[in-house]
């Protein structure tokens, strides 16, 4: 007998997989955000990294708007003005020979794409990762990704995988040979506490893929167009085999790629992977809009200077519960002598939003766009945070 869905009404609930933040969020401006009391709280988060450019900029809204009004799916078997529009955008900060490109809807989805290409493209099934790396949550990228509270509760994983400490060459060199098609990195951690390695460490990894014929996964879903360049790797002056990028890509909404060489995409066979709704119309035209913005050098020499600003600021407080500052651009890090999750309350309390980067590391990801006055105002709030959590 089947339901009556006049009579029927389900009242659904999400399953908690996150700690609730007690704020119900209606609004954002620029680096602000409102709730539905209508305070307002300074964003340093941007929902994990992802609004680059801040909350509803006119450029992005409306080239959403226009293409929301014409087409908002198309599959990719049709091409698209908004798809081409994007390809033509990324293209303009890609270097050669990154030529070749897949879509998807998310960071984890980029990293199932790169890792299955290298597998493909080498006929090897190793990857080396790093401890503390985060690379995602589905089943392959899970198998990358290295804190325990996300992969034991689904274990076992993906076979091939191994973890080496990051920022170690030595310990690198311990495990590569023939078996590894791909080493894959985050050129500066972000989940993992913002960890920035030494000048040379990509480099060397690239040295060293090149001499046992593996791929250079380079993952910048977090570190791509924040860190005072577009790419955290052109540092080193380094070129990744696959890059993955995602997050602040489309300012908001869901979109990720996955960018190889041809080398690459050459071994990869036709119908070997795909996704309904990647590359869509809707999401194109959001991204091409913030990478036309995000073609002005000036905002990422800006975003370098913003970042040594508040590092500098920040250690000249003589905060005593502060061990450490770190980061590069706009991707900082505060860490702690003690648990953080006090003083993230507290600074909400007080009206600004941070994240946790681990348990004692508070992480800072702004808009690329915030000014040096919003950045106090951040700097003097986790002060007062600090000092009163002792």
Same mark, same amino acid.
């Given at each position: 007998m089947g339901h009556d869905l006049t009579t029927t009404h389900v009242r659904l609930s999400?399953?908690?997989?996150?700690?609730?933040?007690?704020? *119900? #969020?209606?609004?954002?401006?620029? !680096?602000?955000?409102?709730?539905? @009391? $209508?305070?307002?709280?300074?964003? &340093?988060?941007?929902?994990?990294?992802?609004?680059?450019?801040?909350?509803?900029?006119?450029?992005?809204?409306?080239?959403?708007?226009?293409?929301?009004? *014409? #087409?908002?799916?198309?599959?990719? !078997?049709?091409?698209?003005?908004? @798809? $081409?529009?994007?390809?033509?955008? &990324?293209?303009?900060?890609?270097?050669?020979?990154?030529?070749?490109?897949?879509?998807?809807?998310?960071?984890?989805?980029?990293?199932?794409?790169?890792?299955?290409?290298?597998?493909?493209?080498?006929?090897?099934?190793?990857?080396?990762?790093?401890?503390?790396?985060?690379?995602?949550?589905?089943?392959?990228?899970?198998?990358?990704?290295?804190?325990?509270?996300?992969r034991d509760p689904f274990a076992p994983m993906l076979e091939g995988v191994r973890h080496v400490p990051f920022d170690d060459l030595d310990a690198l060199d311990k495990v590569l040979d023939d078996s590894v098609g791909a080493v894959i990195i985050e050129p500066i951690q972000g989940e993992g506490g913002v960890r920035v390695p030494a000048d040379g460490y990509l480099k060397g990894i690239r040295e060293r893929c090149d001499a046992y014929g593996s791929l250079l996964i380079c993952d910048e879903i977090q570190t791509g167009f924040r860190t005072g360049a577009v790419f955290a790797f052109s540092r080193e002056d380094i070129m990744p085999d696959i890059l993955c990028l995602s997050k602040s890509i489309a300012n908001g909404l869901p979109l990720g790629v996955t960018v190889t060489t041809e080398a690459v995409s050459d071994r990869v066979p036709k119908g070997s992977h795909g996704s309904t709704f990647a590359g869509n119309p809707l999401v194109c035209a959001a991204g091409a809009a913030t990478l036309r913005v995000l073609t002005d050098e000036g905002l990422h020499r800006r975003a370098q200077h913003a970042g040594d600003r508040f590092q500098e600021r920040v250690r000249g407080l003589g905060l005593t519960q502060v061990r450490e500052v770190r980061g590069?651009?706009?991707?900082?890090?505060?860490?702690?002598?003690?648990?953080?999750?006090?003083?993230?309350?507290?600074?909400?309390?007080?009206?600004?939003?941070?994240l946790p980067g681990g348990g004692t590391v508070i992480r800072f990801l702004p808009s690329i766009l915030i000014d040096d006055a919003q950045l106090d105002e951040g700097v003097e709030v986790l002060a007062d945070a600090v000092r009163q959590a002792g």
């Open positions: 999400p399953i908690p997989l996150h700690a609730g933040r007690g704020l *119900r #969020l209606v609004r954002g401006e620029g !680096s602000y955000l409102w709730d539905d @009391r $209508d305070r307002r709280y300074l964003d &340093l988060m941007t929902n994990y990294g992802v609004n680059l450019l801040g909350h509803s900029h006119p450029e992005v809204t409306a080239a959403i708007t226009n293409q929301a009004a *014409r #087409l908002t799916n198309a599959h990719q !078997s049709f091409d698209t003005p908004a @798809r $081409d529009e994007f390809l033509q955008a &990324l293209g303009a900060l890609l270097p050669p020979p990154l030529t070749r490109i897949s879509f998807g809807n998310s960071g984890a989805e980029a990293v199932e794409a790169a890792m299955k290409y290298a597998r493909v493209a080498t006929g090897r099934t190793g990857i080396v990762a790093t401890h503390r790396a985060y690379h995602g949550r589905t089943f392959g990228a899970l198998a990358a990704t290295a804190d325990a509270k996300y590069r651009g706009l991707m900082l890090a505060v860490e702690l002598k003690k648990p953080v999750t006090p003083v993230i309350k507290a600074m909400q309390e007080r009206g600004v939003l941070a």
